[in-house]
């Protein structure tokens, strides 16, 4: 596995070498075995020659399974929580890195909408793969997701009925375009990039557990990097920032929902 | 906390709760392992920590991603996560679910096979589908061991029996029993050599 990494990495610069060994390697093997191979040495042979098989295990590698308001709570301590502290600065800029297709940023915009934030908001949305980003772009999500969305949005703390936001369309709920105005879709490589602003609050939810430790600290240094003092760090609600390098740098907001404040 | 040299990776779904605390009353208190449970539940079930707590003197928690694995601890996989081990942390993935269930006792016990090859002891109890029996093959073939209920006890015995059906070399026990029988297993497993479970000598094979 690490020859199929190193390969892929100098062959394409997709750097996956630090991601976390044990999801990799059933993802590796699922690709294996949709591709009708038999071993690794034949899946890099094939990654190598053809650039399809590649984007085939790129989306693999970087769709995470992901739902609109996911941990409704995580949403409605948001509101209680962060939005009051939001509310003190005349402009506001908010990461949300690893976005995947979109679900939580749509989220996040809807709920700042609601508390009258949204106009003074910018969302910077990113994800290593351009193939979710235009996804997430066309604001379209499946309609037989709905009624799990809907019952996630009114679980944290929705006021309104949640399909004003979107219309049912042939190919799917679109959601309202305006939600996007604020939003910008970049790529960006936690691995590699860095940080190309400073944000009041950073959302990375799910998407660190895939790292390694090593990987993870890095990215723990990227996000402090990226904070204002006091500004507001959330990760997932069983990820811990305990075992990274940066645990004393930050104050706890709310221990459940894993909202941490910068403090240091 | 010491980190775990022994893992014991417990597989259940219907009926688990009663099943995981019954075993766990019987865990030997001074058992040098760790015990990591992968439960098929609700996804807003979280009081089965609080619950099984109360039949153990063991510390019983939900797992964090990249937490140590720890001697005398109970891990609980968190419901719609997978479970997975890595070196001697834990990890979780938001993958979709495996054969309908998240967390999969599959995934759990094969990421365990992998880490601590012949140190685990993989444990089936009920449940109503087919979960873990995979895992199972798979902890046996890197030369760990494998503990299934007795399907006659279970109050789902479609898990167990899918686990025995592979054909896997297991020891089959009633729920009160395989405490003891973790016991057995792991104190006669001399740390880093695998021990041989028919000594030499013992058994005349001519």
């Not at chain 1, 609050?201 to 003092?229: A, G, K, P, T, W």
Request: proline share 5%; with cysteine; charged share 25%.
């Amino acid at each position: 596995m690490d020859l199929l990494l190193e390969a892929v990495y100098r062959h394409y610069g997709f750097d996956f070498r630090q991601y976390a060994r044990p999801s990799l390697r059933r993802r590796l093997t699922r690709r294996l075995s949709l591709e009708g191979l038999q071993t690794l040495s034949g899946l890099q042979e094939r990654l190598l020659h053809e650039p399809e098989c590649m984007e085939r295990l790129l989306l693999d590698l970087s769709i995470n399974v992901t739902a609109m308001f996911r941990d409704p709570s995580f949403f409605r301590v948001f509101r209680t929580k962060v939005v009051p502290l939001l509310r003190t600065y005349p402009f506001i800029r908010i990461w949300n890195a690893g976005c995947s297709t979109g679900e939580e940023t749509y989220s996040l915009a809807i709920l700042l909408r609601e508390e009258g934030l949204y106009d003074r908001t910018r969302i910077y949305a990113t994800d290593i793969n351009e193939a979710v980003l235009v996804q997430a772009r066309q604001a379209l999500f499946p309609l037989e997701k709905m009624k799990e969305y809907t019952e996630n949005y009114l679980a944290s703390g929705g006021s309104r009925a949640f399909s004003e936001y979107y219309v049912a369309a042939y190919e799917g709920a679109q959601f309202d375009r305006s939600l996007g105005d604020n939003i910008v879709f970049a790529r960006h490589n936690l691995a590699t990039d860095r940080s190309f602003n400073e944000f009041q609050v950073v959302v990375c939810r799910n998407v660190m557990i895939y790292f390694d430790m090593s990987l993870q600290n890095r990215v723990h240094d990227l996000f402090y990097e990226s904070l204002q003092r006091l500004g507001v760090l959330a990760l997932g609600p069983k990820e811990s920032i305990a075992f990274t390098s940066h645990a004393d740098h930050y104050d706890v907001l709310d221990p459940q929902n894993k909202l941490f404040r910068k403090a240091r | 906390m010491s980190a775990a040299d022994h893992l014991v990776v417990v597989g259940c779904s219907w009926g688990g709760l009663d099943a995981l605390s019954r075993l766990l009353a019987h865990v030997p208190q001074d058992l040098p392992a760790a015990i990591v449970v992968a439960q098929h539940r609700m996804h807003d079930a979280s009081y089965l920590a609080e619950l099984l707590a109360r039949h153990t003197d063991w510390p019983v928690c939900e797992a964090e991603d990249k937490e140590p694995i720890s001697v005398g601890h109970v891990h609980l996989a968190p419901p719609g996560y997978h479970l997975l081990i890595d070196g001697h942390r834990l990890a979780l993935s938001t993958e979709g679910p495996v054969r309908h269930s998240r967390p999969s006792i599959d995934v759990l016990f094969e990421s365990a096979a992998e880490a601590f090859t012949h140190r685990v002891v993989g444990v089936v109890l009920t449940g109503a589908n087919s979960d873990g029996a995979r895992g199972l093959v798979r902890i046996v073939r890197r030369g760990g061991r494998a503990v299934v209920q007795d399907p006659a006890t279970a109050a789902r015995r479609d898990m167990p029996e899918a686990a025995l059906a592979t054909g896997v070399d297991a020891t089959v026990a009633p729920l009160e029993e395989i405490g003891p029988l973790l016991g057995q297993m792991i104190t006669s497993h001399p740390q880093g050599e695998r021990s041989s479970s028919h000594p030499q000598g013992e058994r005349s094979s001519t």
